[in-house]
Each structure stands twice: as C-alpha cells, then as structure tokens.
T-cell receptor, first 116, second 114 residues
C-alpha cells in the first residue's frame, strides 16, 4: 500500500524557536497533502490543504503566518511552526492523496511536538 | 457544517466478543463514509469505506453499512482479537470537486483482553 513518512517523529524545542516537520510520500506521487493537528483524546483537526506548486489553503482559525506550509514537489510537503509556544505543543499528522478526485488519504505516523 | 459523532471510549472487551462502535454524522451533501484505525505508535490506516447509501464496507472481519435514513455508519466485528486493540475513527468526506476533505469523529479506543 501507499506509505507516507514523517520526520521527525518527536521533537522538543524551546519557546520562540521554529520547527520544521517533513512529510513524504515514499512510493507514490501526491497531488495533495493535508496537515492535521490532534489534541489528546480529541479528533484530528484539519489545519491546511496543500497542492504541489501552489499556496496552501488554510482552515478557518489557523494562522498561516505561524504554520508555514510548503509543497515543493509531488513527494514532499513541510510544515514549519514559527516562533513556537507551549500552546503549539501537539501531535501533527500529515496525509497524502494521489488523485484530485479521490477521497482516499494515506496518513503519516505523526510528529509529537513539545514546546518548553 | 459537517460533523461526526462517535461513542466515547474506551471500550474494553474480552477476546472473541462482539464489537459495535456507533457513529452518526451530519453532512450538507452526500458524503462518503470511512472508518480509520490507528494502532499504537502508527499512523491512521483506512479500514473500510462506503460511498453511497446501503453500501457495506468490509475489511479484516470488520463491517459497516451506510444508513442514510439514520445517518449512521456503525462499525461491527463478530469476534475481536487482542490485535484489534487500537483507536478507531469514523470520518466523512463530501466531495466538492478538488476540495474533498475529511471530517473526523473523536475516536474510540478499543482494548481487547485475553
């Protein structure tokens, strides 16, 4: 099946620093990638949708200047949390979709971010 | 807006017991419905899906039927195993061209014991 990887799996950083999370589709080309945030014992909340070569579309309430998304190729998308604060601590999950008309997404294993 | 409601967990069952995890939804269009499973330390995996009313999705002994009249998509398995212990997410997607997005329920943790 389609495999999506994320790196790093876990990161701890100091308040005020920036953190980059990578999401890669390993054996397929992803026209669209999604970034989610998951709080403890809560559901996945969609943050943004990114299509290769174009600007990401952010969900309402998500600060685009804080959560920078780059989808430079069909196999790589990055999420950068800028000037991170403790409230940004969360589990970040990416997913990838092969075709524009497909409703099947393949998920990465997630990245646990802890901001001290 | 679109939403998914799942029964709260955790659900604890003995091996070989019957499993039901309830899921109901609210959607403005005609959604596709999904069950995803998240095993410890892993990413979400698609378990099964159904794209129209009365469709039954099935995989690995799990089943769910798309019930439009009750707006439900309950997950069932006749005999659970310890290896089924995981978090199960119900989700929907309303396809609006290229903007198809998933809306998830809160997840239900299943713990199966010997």
């Amino acid at each position: 099946g389609a495999v999506v990887s994320q790196h790093p799996s876990r990161v701890i950083c100091k308040s005020g620093t920036s953190v980059k999370i990578e999401c890669r589709s390993l054996d397929f080309q992803a026209t669209t990638m999604f970034w989610y945030r998951q709080f403890p014992k809560q559901s996945l909340m969609l943050m943004a949708t990114s299509n290769e070569g174009s600007k990401a579309t952010y969900e309402q309430g998500v600060e685009k200047d804080k959560f920078l998304i780059n989808h430079a190729s069909l196999t790589l998308s990055t999420l950068t949390v800028t000037s991170a604060h403790p409230e940004d601590s969360s589990f970040y999950i990416c997913s990838a979709r092969v075709l524009a008309a497909s409703d099947t997404q393949y998920f990465g294993p997630g990245t646990r971010l802890t901001v001290l | 807006g679109d939403s998914v409601t799942q029964m709260e967990g955790p659900v604890t069952l003995s091996e070989e017991a019957f499993l039901t995890i309830n899921c109901t939804y609210t959607a403005t269009g005609y959604p596709s419905l999904f069950w995803y499973v998240q095993y410890p330390g892993e990413g979400l995996q698609l378990l099964l899906k159904a794209t129209k009313a009365d469709d039954k999705g099935s995989n690995k002994g799990f089943e769910a039927t798309y019930r439009k009249e009750t707006t439900s998509f309950h997950l069932e398995k006749g005999s659970v195993q310890v290896s089924d212990s995981a978090v199960y997410f119900c989700a929907l997607s309303v396809n609006t061209g290229t903007a198809s997005k998933l809306t998830f329920g809160t997840g239900t943790r299943l713990q199966v014991t010997l």
